[in-house]
């Protein structure tokens, strides 16, 4: 595809409910982000996948958050039993490699409101 | 510890006039590449310009560029001529090739 695409673009959910959020990276693009950005916060880095390599999970705020990448391309990002410090705007970005030149390229985000 | 820092939350420029957002960052690498990146209220980040830092000339992208100071670990962004869609948060990062590390970011906007 032409950029980075998320889904959905709202969640609106009640706490306790599990979420699904979607990431279409670039076609091509081997590595890919998740990131959560909370109201006037910048970007807290939550997991990253590179090709068939394991992920660094090493930002998931706890064992609710999980993420899976199937085929090295599609991404979904799980958080169970929501609570309301989840409400945020979860951005997706893929770039080519993991190499440090390269740039990351951003989805528009899914905003979370949990109530 | 790895952390990147923008001490200004809120700047505004005149339209036309010019406007620098400043940036320090913290890494024991020698060897990252830095990066300036605008979310206007869309919230599609994109790409302003990037820095590689091993080299010494400040990078610039049209109206934008850079003021790289190593040895003082800045990095800041002058925007020059500024434009009304230039209103927007503006996150300063560096990427060390295991992860990417943003600033918490300037708001900025353009007044007509």
């Known amino acids: 595809g032409a950029g980075v695409s998320q889904s959905p673009s709202n969640k609106v959910t009640e706490k306790g409910k599990d979420v699904e959020l979607r990431c279409d990276p670039i076609?091509?693009?081997?590595?890919l982000y998740w990131y959560r950005q909370s109201l006037g916060q910048g970007l807290e880095f939550l997991i990253y996948?590179?090709?068939?390599?394991?992920?660094?999970k090493s930002g998931l705020p706890s064992d609710r958050f999980s993420a899976e990448r199937t085929g090295g391309s599609v991404s979904t990002l799980t958080i169970q039993r929501t609570q309301q410090e989840d409400s945020a705007v979860y951005l997706c970005?893929?770039?080519?490699?993991?190499?440090?030149?390269?740039?990351?390229?951003f989805g528009p985000g899914t905003r979370l409101l949990v109530l | 510890a790895q952390t990147v820092t923008q001490s200004q939350p809120e700047m505004s420029v005149q339209e036309a006039e010019t406007v620098t957002l400043s940036c320090t960052y913290d890494?024991?690498?020698?060897?990252?590449?830095l990066f300036w990146y605008k979310q206007p209220p869309s919230r599609q980040m994109i790409l302003v310009i990037r820095?590689?830092?091993?080299?010494?000339q400040n990078a610039t992208e049209n109206r934008f560029s850079v003021n790289f100071q190593k040895a003082a670990k800045s990095f800041s962004l002058k925007i020059s001529d500024s434009q009304l869609g230039d209103t927007a948060m503006y996150f300063c990062?560096?990427?060390?090739?295991?992860?990417?590390?943003f600033g918490t970011g300037t708001s900025l906007t353009v007044i007509p």
């Open positions: 996948f590179q090709g068939n390599s394991a992920p660094d």
């Open positions: 970005a893929s770039s080519q490699g993991q190499v440090k030149q390269e740039t990351q390229y």
């Open positions: 820095q590689e830092a091993y080299k010494q």
């Open positions: 990062a560096f990427n060390t090739g295991n992860q990417f590390y």
């Open positions: 076609s091509g693009h081997t590595a």
């Open positions: 890494t024991s690498e020698s060897n990252y590449y």
